[in-house]
C-alpha cells in the first residue's frame, strides 16, 4: 500500500473498475462500525480501458454523482483510499536474510530487482515484514509504475478528492475476507467483471496474485450469443438464473460450462503452483466480487476442485468489522463490494 498521508482522517474506499466505481465509507461509533454511506455507479464503455482512465470528462461525471447521490447513507469526507489494478501492480513475496530495519530499507530494493519487470526508478515500491521463516525474513513487496500512478492521483485531485492512500486490489480484498489474525491457507478468487484476479494467502498473509482474463462479461456474452439476444438482456437472465438450466432457458448451462470449466482449470493451475512450493496446502476457496453472486457457481467450482482436497465457499465480506451496525447490504450483495469495504476499512485507520 502506497501511503501519501501520515494524517488521520475518515476516509472512504473507492474501487475502481472499467464497469463501476464503487464507494464504501464506514464509522467507529464506540466498540461499534457502521456503515455511513454506500455508493455505486455503472462506468460508460470507454470510460476507463485497460484500467486507465481514458475519458478524465466522464469518469469525473460519474464519480461525482455517485459521490453526491450514494444509494444509502452519505460520503461527507473529500480523504479516499483508492484501488490500484492488479493490472497495474506487482505483488511478491521474497525473503531476505534477517537483519535489522535500517539493513531491509538498503537490501529489499536490490531483491527487487530481480522480481520488478521494470526499473526501480519507474515505479513507486512499498514493502512490509511478514514473519521469518527458519533463517529468512519474508517480505512483501508491492511496486506500481509511477506514471500510472501520478496520473490516478491526478485525475482523483481534479475531482476534488484528497488520496490518502492507494492500495492494490487483492490486498483489500484481503483485509475484507481474511479474519484478523487467522493463519489460514486461502485462495481468493475475486471474480470481476472483465477479469478475475487468485489471491494466495498463506497462514494469513497475502503471497502472491494471478489475473486470468475470466470474468463476468464474458458469462454475459456467452449468453447473448447463445439465445440471440441483447447484452442488457442477457446480463438480466445471468442474475435471474445463474449457472442452471431451467423450462424458460434450457440451455444457459451448457453456454457457460466451457467458461466456468476453464475458471476451475485456472484455479486449479495456481493451487499447483502454490503445492509445489510450498509444505503448507490450501485448504479453501473464497469467492468475492460481483460474479460470485451467480446461482450455483459455487457449487459447480466445488464439485470440480474436489480433486484437489479443497472446499469452494462464497467469502464473508463484512468478516472484519467490529460489532457491526446498520448492514445495507446482505452477504451475496457485499460480495460485489468487496474490495471497497477492504478500502473503507484501511480509511477508518483500524490496524488489520
Known amino acids: 500500500m502506497l501511503n501519501l498521508t501520515s494524517s488521520k482522517r475518515l476516509s472512504f474506499g473507492l474501487d475502481v473498475s472499467q464497469s463501476s466505481v464503487k464507494v464504501m465509507m464506514l464509522e467507529k461509533k464506540g466498540k461499534g462500525t457502521s456503515v455511513q454511506g454506500i455508493a455505486y455507479a455503472a462506468m460508460p464503455k470507454g470510460a476507463v480501458v485497460g484500467d486507465v482512465v481514458a475519458d478524465e470528462k466522464t ?11 450514494p444509494q444509502f447513507g452519505k460520503i461527507n469526507s473529500k480523504y479516499v483510499v483508492a484501488s490500484l489494478p492488479e493490472s497495474k501492480s506487482f505483488v511478491r513475496v521474497i525473503q531476505v536474510p534477517l537483519m535489522s530495519d535500517s539493513e531491509i530499507d538498503g537490501a529489499v530494493p536490490f531483491e527487487a530487482e530481480n522480481f520488478i519487470p521494470m526499473p526501480l526508478d ?20 508491492i511496486a506500481s509504475p509511477k506514471e500510472f500512478v501520478e496520473n490516478y492521483l491526478k ?30 491457507t486461502l485462495l481468493l478468487a475475486d471474480l470481476q467483471a472483465f477479469r478475475s484476479t487468485l489471491v494466495m494467502v498463506e497462514q494469513g498473509q497475502l503471497q502472491f496474485t494471478s489475473s486470468i482474463p475470466i470474468a463476468g462479461n464474458a458469462f454475459t456474452e456467452s449468453i447473448a450469443r447463445a439465445l440471440g439476444v441483447s447484452s442488457a438482456k442477457a446480463e438480466e437472465i445471468k442474475r435471474k438464473v445463474g449457472f442452471a438450466n431451467t423450462a424458460d432457458y434450457p440451455n444457459i448451462r451448457t453456454s457457460l460450462l466451457p467458461i466456468l470449466t476453464n475458471l476451475a482449470a ?6 499447483r503452483f502454490h503445492n509445489e512450493r510450498s509444505s503448507v496446502q490450501v485448504a479453501k476457496v473464497l469467492l468475492c466480487g460481483g460474479s460470485a453472486r451467480l446461482n450455483n457457481v459455487s457449487d459447480f467450482l466445488n464439485a470440480e476442485l474436489s480433486d484437489m482436497g479443497v472446499k469452494v465457499e462464497l467469502g464473508h465480506p463484512w468478516a472484519n468489522l467490529p460489532n457491526m451496525k446498520k448492514v445495507p447490504l446482505s452477504e451475496t450483495d457485499a460480495l460485489g463490494f468487496t474490495k471497497a469495504i477492504g478500502l473503507g476499512l484501511r480509511g477508518l485507520d483500524i490496524s488489520i
Not at 469518469?59 to 447521490?69: D, P
Not at 519507474?122 to 513487496?141: A, H, P, R
Request: glycine share 6%.
Open 59 to 69: 469518469f469525473s461525471y460519474v464519480l461525482k454523482q455517485a459521490l453526491e447521490k
Open 122 to 141: 519507474q515505479v513507486y515500491m512499498d514493502w512490509q515484514k511478514l514473519g521469518v521463516t527458519g533463517d529468512k525474513l519474508n517480505i512483501l513487496i
Open 155 to 184: 485525475v482523483l485531485d481534479n475531482v476534488g478528492l484528497k488520496t490518502v492512500a492507494l492500495e492494490v486490489e487483492s490486498q483489500s480484498c484481503h483485509r475484507a475476507l481474511v479474519p484478523e489474525g487467522s493463519k489460514d
Open 266 to 271: 485456472e484455479i486449479k493451475n495456481v493451487l
